[in-house]
């Protein structure tokens, strides 16, 4: 599943499956972006990061693409399980103020 | 290592009515950050303190709100009289330093009613 444009609130998607949560920030200063996944009641959740140096980074079944030509960063999923589920947020700063999307609500489907 | 840690986890405060916010953070990290989040928005950054200085306010409110970051404590952000439009959940975040990770507490649910 992918979310796609500016904003797309929600993603639904088979669990199994690759995911991809899309987001455009605004600041072309910005030189450090983080996702963030954030649980109901909790407080967000640090996933990965990237510096403006680098164009992709990867984690544990997690990758992060940053196109600063179009100011456009992803978070690429792989093979979602239902722990997934949750709303994820990406984050942009120039400095230590981060600023948030509005983020995307992942739901995972048995 | 514990993490950032915040209480109370909910707090029900009538108008007119004070609150304190407690935040401590990770072992090792003297960066707070305090931010704010509205139900179904994102998170705004309201100050960043450092042990006993506020480096950057400029996303609190300046009447009512204030926030401390003592030698030797929590971080308190301290809402006076507060008001219905004050209920939010509010996070506090820590750093090792300035350009760095910010990991984020389980926050705390204000209700002003």
């Known amino acids: 599943g992918e979310s796609v444009g500016l904003h797309l609130p929600t993603l639904s998607v088979q669990e199994g499956d690759n995911s991809i949560i899309n987001c455009a920030y605004s600041?072309?200063?910005?030189?450090?972006f983080i996702w963030y996944k954030q649980e109901s009641g909790k407080g967000p959740q640090f996933i990965i990061d990237?510096?403006?140096?680098?164009d992709k980074r990867q984690g544990q079944r997690v990758t992060v693409l940053l196109n600063k030509t179009v100011k456009h960063l992803s978070l690429q999923i792989a093979a979602t399980q239902p722990g997934d589920s949750a709303v994820y947020f990406c984050?942009?700063?120039?400095?230590?103020?981060?600023?948030f999307g509005a983020g995307t609500t992942v739901t995972v489907r048995a | 290592n514990a993490g950032v840690m915040q209480n109370p986890r909910h707090l029900v405060r009538r108008r007119g009515q004070e609150a304190r916010l407690r935040c401590s953070p990770m072992k090792g990290h003297s960066h707070v950050y305090w931010y704010r989040q509205l139900p179904e928005e994102g998170l705004k950054f309201m100050v960043y303190l450092q042990k006993e200085n506020i480096i950057d306010e400029s996303g609190m409110p300046k009447e009512r709100f204030s926030a401390e970051f003592p030698k030797e404590g929590p971080s308190i952000l301290r809402i006076q009289q507060v008001v219905r439009g004050d209920s939010a959940a509010y996070f506090c975040?820590?750093?090792?330093?300035?350009?760095?990770?910010?990991?984020f507490g389980p926050g705390t649910r204000l209700t002003v009613t």
């Open positions: 975040a820590s750093s090792p330093g300035e350009i760095y990770e910010q990991y």
């Open positions: 990237i510096r403006s140096n680098m």
């Open positions: 984050a942009e700063t120039e400095d230590y103020k981060l600023s």
């Open positions: 600041n072309s200063a910005s030189d450090y």
